[in-house]
């Protein structure tokens, strides 16, 4: 099914990822969408949350009152998962991280929805062959995992699972674009996917670190802020090697040492690659003007620094 055939999508648990979610497709994309959680304890929860961020959006002039009167509007809450089910051609699972309930989730989803719908999963670290081993549709099936706050928070990743065909893929692709989400392709299936396995491995090293007594935690957030996490919204570690002149450096600094005995393929297809010693992105030639173009976006950040520090003195 392409995208244009996508008329209303569904979002099943309506919590801290769900209701943004929703709104996505409700705000963006235009999507007659219904979501559909355990109790209407939980879905005045949800009403409450869509309520404030649609405020907030309003308030800080990203939308206008009637964007958001009309995006509530679009909004349908239920306790029916039938009704949820029947009613969508697309559906993100977004409830509790536990294996088993998120089976038998697309299990009854895949019994309820039309034969058409696509059923995504948003979990952060089980993968999708796994949660959709039960279903039928095994070709209309993938993951899209958004970071909260999701209506917030651009980036989207989206990957398949070993049977999901190349136009659900697409769809989905298409679909989060509409929703004005930035859509990030993951090639294979792992737990944890891309980013959550990037973030997990710097949490786990500044955790070790703090125990360590190496630093307070306010010095380790106070470091990364100013530091890399100043660069980040700039160059990514990708990037960073690029712009940072590495890839120019001499070989026995930049290549990772040949082991003497036996070396992974994975080690060593990065070796291979840190031996070219060539840039990711930046034309060797145009290195200069690369380097102003980040010296100029970090100037205009550290002006809002100061003057930040100068409000706050
Ligand atoms: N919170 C995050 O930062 C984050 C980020 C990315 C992905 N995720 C993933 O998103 C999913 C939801 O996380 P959350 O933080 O929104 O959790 P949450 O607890 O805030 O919300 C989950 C909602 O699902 C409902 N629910 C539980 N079981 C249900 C069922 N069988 N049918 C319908 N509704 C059900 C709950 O009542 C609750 O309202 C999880 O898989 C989580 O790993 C969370």
Known sequence: MSQSNIKRVGVVGGGTMGFGIAINFALWGGYPTTIQDLNDRALTRSKRLIESALNLFVDESLIRPDQAAATYDKITL??????????????TEAIVERLS?????????????????????NTSGFVISDIGAGVKRQDKIGLTHYFAPPHIVPGVEVAKGPQTSDETYNTIYKLMKAAHRIPIRVEKELPGYLINRIQAAMGRETHRLWAEGVATAEEIELGIKTTFGFRMPHEGPMAHYDLAGIWKWPDDTRVPKKPDGQESP?????????????PWFVDPEKFDQAIEVRDREYIRRLKELYSELTESS
Do not use: W, Y
Request: aromatic residues 4%.
């Open 78 to 91: 239920t306790t029916d998962l039938a009704q949820l089910a029947t009613n969508s051609d697309f559906v």
């Open 101 to 121: 309930d998120k089976q038998q989730l697309f299990n009854t989803l895949d019994q309820l929805c039309p034969a058409h719908t696509i059923i995504v999963s």
């Open 266 to 278: 994975i080690a060593e297809k990065i070796r291979l690659r840190m031996a070219e010693g060539t």
